[in-house]
């Protein structure tokens, strides 16, 4: 794997793999929800997507945060939205809609993957962390991440270009 700290997403193949170190926005559905119905009621975003990765992860807590990458295709219906936004890539796991692989190609905003079923090791990459937004939702809050040499693999870089998998 290539070690980057801070990497051009777009020269990024499908395939490739990398650790990321920096910062990441944690949302899922109900963060996604509730940031586009705020910004509808009152004209404006609580925080900025504008130059952000957001990784869908919900968080559990024993001493420390335990976090791995939730399905992706849930939040495919809000991804047009965030990426308008000016989100720069999103991590997660599984596939993506036709819509979600559009919309990837449109903004050039790559679809990234996070090992799964490995919550501890990623959880040992977490440098910091801190709600941004909608604390009442706990687990489904933004969290804003800081992390240091977070594996991820490309799965759809900004040409639209899939992961193939054998079998």
Known sequence: MRRMDKIALC???????????????????????????????????RISLDGKIIFYAGPTFSGRMIIGPTTSKRMDKFLEYTLSKGVIATIGKGERTHEAIEAIKKYRAPYLVAPSGCAAYLSEKILDWKIVAFEELGPEAIYEITVKDFPLVVAIDCNGNLLRQNG
């Open 11 to 45: 020269d990024l193949k499908a395939g490739e793999s990398f650790y990321y170190s920096g910062t990441l926005l944690v949302m899922r559905d109900a963060a996604h929800k509730r940031i586009i119905e705020e910004e509808k009621e009152t004209g404006r975003m």
